[in-house]
């Protein structure tokens, strides 16, 4: 399902088509609430769904402001991130200013003491990504996603987008978690709506512990940066 899809069965669902008593922008809202609310519980059970990468160049520091990182690279938290936001870091490694390649990972430290006191180690505090030596570049994996990807123009009818994988078999779920918010402002309660949410997030469940080929399912992990070091 695509964006115009979704929002059409939203607000089928709602039974507010005419939109009397929801603009298009509480619309969008209530569906990019849906849309985290999905990507969210995908992305606990099977980091790897929306796991992606950004190289940072000529640091040359040993903290990286991953919301301002200047010309090193794209930001991926704060305000405005360039590219997919930060939702959990996967791994951290040393890499190839030319090739981007990673060179060696780093190992995570919980604390600032550990990280300082520590060879090759990182740590994320705030924005900020620190380093116990001087980084000059490095490759940053993580699982990332773009946190509101309904807009007024592509919920209209006919200019639809493709958002992810997950959404276009479950597509469905965006409009019924979006239906569940939409139900505390309208302080009414729907229960074959309910059930319908509950049913399809089982299925969910199913679909992401069994894996996306029939020999993952002993895979697939929430979160994999402990094996790389």
Same mark, same amino acid.
């Given at each position: 399902?695509?964006?115009?899809?979704?929002?059409?069965?939203?607000?089928?669902? +709602?039974?507010?088509?005419?939109?009397?008593?929801?603009?298009?922008?509480?619309? +969008?809202?209530?569906?990019?609430?849906?849309?985290?609310?999905?990507?969210?519980?995908?992305?606990?059970?099977?980091?790897?769904?929306?796991?992606?990468?950004?190289? *940072?160049?000529?640091?040359?520091?040993?903290?990286?402001?991953?919301?301002? @990182?200047?010309? !090193?690279?794209?930001?991926?938290?704060?305000?405005? @991130?360039?590219?997919?936001?930060?939702?959990?870091?996967?791994?951290?490694?040393?890499?190839? #200013?030319?090739?981007?390649?990673?060179? *060696?990972?780093?190992?995570?430290?919980?604390? %600032?003491?550990?990280?300082?006191?520590?060879?090759?180690?990182?740590?994320?505090?705030?924005?900020?990504?620190?380093?116990?030596?001087?980084?000059?570049?490095?490759?940053?994996?993580?699982?990332?996603? @773009?946190?509101? @990807?309904?807009? =007024?123009?592509?919920? #209209?009818?006919?200019?639809? +987008?493709?958002?992810?994988?997950?959404?276009?078999?479950?597509?469905?779920?965006?409009?019924?978690?979006?239906? &569940?918010?939409?139900?505390? &402002?309208?302080?009414?309660?729907?229960?074959?709506?309910?059930?319908?949410?509950?049913?399809? &997030?089982?299925?969910?469940?199913? *679909? %992401?512990? !069994?894996?996306?080929?029939?020999?993952?399912?002993?895979? =697939? +992990?929430? !979160?994999?940066? #402990?094996? *790389?070091?």
């Amino acid at each position: 399902m695509n964006t115009a899809q979704i929002a059409e069965l939203f607000k089928q669902y +709602v039974d507010d088509s005419d939109l009397t008593f929801m603009d298009d922008a509480t619309k +969008v809202n209530f569906l990019n609430l849906g849309w985290r609310e999905l990507t969210f519980k995908a992305a606990e059970s099977d980091s790897n769904l929306f796991g992606t990468s950004q190289n *940072y160049i000529n640091i040359n520091a040993d903290t990286l402001d991953l919301a301002a @990182p200047g010309a !090193t690279g794209n930001a991926i938290m704060g305000a405005a @991130p360039v590219a997919d936001r930060l939702y959990r870091l996967m791994r951290i490694a040393r890499s190839d #200013a030319g090739t981007g390649l990673a060179r *060696y990972f780093l190992q995570a430290s919980n604390s %600032l003491v550990e990280m300082r006191n520590g060879v090759n180690r990182y740590m994320l505090r705030g924005t900020q990504l620190l380093f116990s030596e001087q980084a000059d570049s490095c490759l940053v994996e993580y699982v990332g996603f @773009p946190t509101e @990807p309904f807009s =007024v123009a592509n919920t #209209a009818t006919g200019a639809g +987008v493709y958002l992810n994988e997950i959404a276009t078999y479950y597509g469905d779920l965006i409009a019924l978690m979006a239906c &569940k918010h939409y139900q505390i &402002k309208d302080f009414a309660s729907n229960p074959v709506l309910m059930a319908q949410l509950a049913m399809r &997030k089982n299925e969910l469940d199913s *679909y %992401l512990m !069994t894996g996306r080929s029939w020999n993952q399912n002993n895979n =697939v +992990v929430g !979160t994999d940066e #402990a094996t *790389y070091y």
